[in-house]
């Protein structure tokens, strides 16, 4: 008899997208400490991308791969993959929009890639665990990276402000959510989704310890997600946070929230589904209501899409409290032109915020139809998408979400979707207007910043003396086409969907346990 101690068995072809983006994030890390503007500049994002790249390609070669890993603390299926897509194109447009997005002089450098691609593995972790340690682990392993990420501009105090803020609330939702989990193991006796599945299957459905650890874990999620009454901190993180980042907040971090969902509610805790199907549906249609609500008066628009990423979480919560394939399916399908719809938004803003000295005011698209109809037309597109117009990817994602709610019995759901995108009509209508009817206003152009910045937060306010005042005029060539590319392809999927229903479906068949 062999007395060795065996190792646990791990199929490194199915862990290969989590290793790239590993290998890359300390590959980026570690060329980025050669001395030069041009490594800081081109190589280090040309790498991120690669890496990015190499990731896509090994989740192309898993695309049909169905299996548990490390001891079924992970599992690689349909829903990894097709959410891992999303995440890496949120995580190349980012890396496209950080690339001249900050200035020369205070570029953060490699780490900024390597937290963003740091971040990225997490998500995947996150989406892929099936055990509540592995949940946790890839919980923080996205969240710390992006509290970093927001506070990355050193020198200016709403970003500051932004990641301070975004720490705190996350560090709630962290305990709250742990704290759910440590419940959720005493009721069931095990982390494992199956486990603690087996466990409510037989007496422990209406356990008040299993319910109130349930409680407490959805809260959790409700705070990553922006989910009412949860969601306070979205406008204010959102606004302070560089626009790049604000971006891949609002896509890649919403799919990853309600990815995870999917498989802990609809797997760990789909025999408890009466307990909680009820009040997640509650919690959506609220949600809803808020986020519409808190959008009409907004006259910023990064925080306008904040309130309406908190609406169109509350649609995407229709998806998920259904607990059937069809729901999986709608709500992936709807997370993916989410990326689309948005992401041709904020490179819009990001573009204007380079030419105009308005920020992110809705002044700064004024006149944008005459002027710059390359960038009008993308956010056009995108603003009628997330109101759900028909030929656009919105629509298509709102209709399958409205389908899914109707056909479990939530038809009332499936209003509330319909209710929340015509109240949605009064602000997206009014971005559209600016741009179209209305002229800029006089003194919008970009003029070249002067005076003293600001003192590094810590720093002592001698040090900026010295420090150069001047800044280059940064070119938006990159954003137009990225801004262009993602408003088509929003009219492509809603005109043509089925190739990305198919995709999204893909999502539902790693639940083999729902109808």
Known sequence: MNGAAQGASVDWAALSPLLALAGGALVVLMVGLFPGRGVRDRVVPG??????AVTAGLLVWQYDTSTDLLEGALRVDGLTVTLSFVFVVAGMATVVM???????????????????????????????????????????????????????????RGSLESGLKYLV???VGSATLVYGFALIYGAAGTTGFAGIAEAISGDLSSDVLLLAGLALAIVGFAFKASVAPFHQWTPDVYEGAPTPITAFMATATKAA????????????????????????????????????????????????????????????????????SLGVQATVFYLAVYLLMNMAAFAVIAARERETNLGDSVDALAGLGTSRPWLAWPMTIAMLALAGFPLTAGF?????????????????VGLMIV?????????????????????????????????????????????????PTRHTRRGTGELTVMAVLFGAATLVVGIV?????????????AFPGLF
């Not at 790498?47 to 990015?52: E, M, N, Q």
């Not at 298509?396 to 019995?409: D, N, R, T, Y």
């Not at 009509?425 to 800029?440: D, F, N, P, S």
């Open 98 to 156: 950080t690339w001249r997005h900050l200035d020369p002089v205070e570029s953060p450098g490699p780490e900024l890639y390597t937290l963003l691609l740091s971040s990225i593995g997490g998500m995947v972790v996150l989406v892929a665990a099936q055990d509540l340690v592995t949940l946790f682990l890839g919980f923080e392993l996205l969240s710390i990276p992006l509290y970093v990420l927001c506070a990355i501009q050193l020198r200016r």
């Open 497 to 509: 969907p089925q190739p990305l229903l198919d995709f999204a479906a893909k999502a539902g068949e």
């Open 47 to 52: 790498l991120a991308l690669l890496t990015l």
């Open 396 to 412: 298509i994602g709102k209709f399958k979400l409205i389908e899914a709610s109707v056909a479990s019995g939530y038809t009332w």
């Open 257 to 324: 929230a309600l990815g995870v969902l999917l498989r802990f509610l609809d797997v760990a805790l789909l025999p408890a589904a009466e307990a909680w199907a009820p009040a997640v549906a509650v919690l959506a249609a609220v949600t809803i209501v808020v986020g519409n609500v808190g959008a009409l008066g907004q006259s910023s628009l990064k925080r306008l899409l904040a309130w309406s990423g908190v609406a169109q979480a509350g649609y995407l919560l229709a998806g998920v409290v259904v607990g059937t």
């Open 419 to 467: 209710i929340g995108s015509m109240i949605s009509l009064a602000y997206y209508l009014k971005v559209i207007a600016a741009m179209w009817m209305r002229e800029a206003p006089a003194g919008a152009a970009a003029v070249a910043a002067t005076g003293p910045r600001p003192a590094l937060a810590g720093a002592s306010t001698e040090a900026q003396i010295t420090a």
């Open 169 to 171: 609330v996350g560090s």
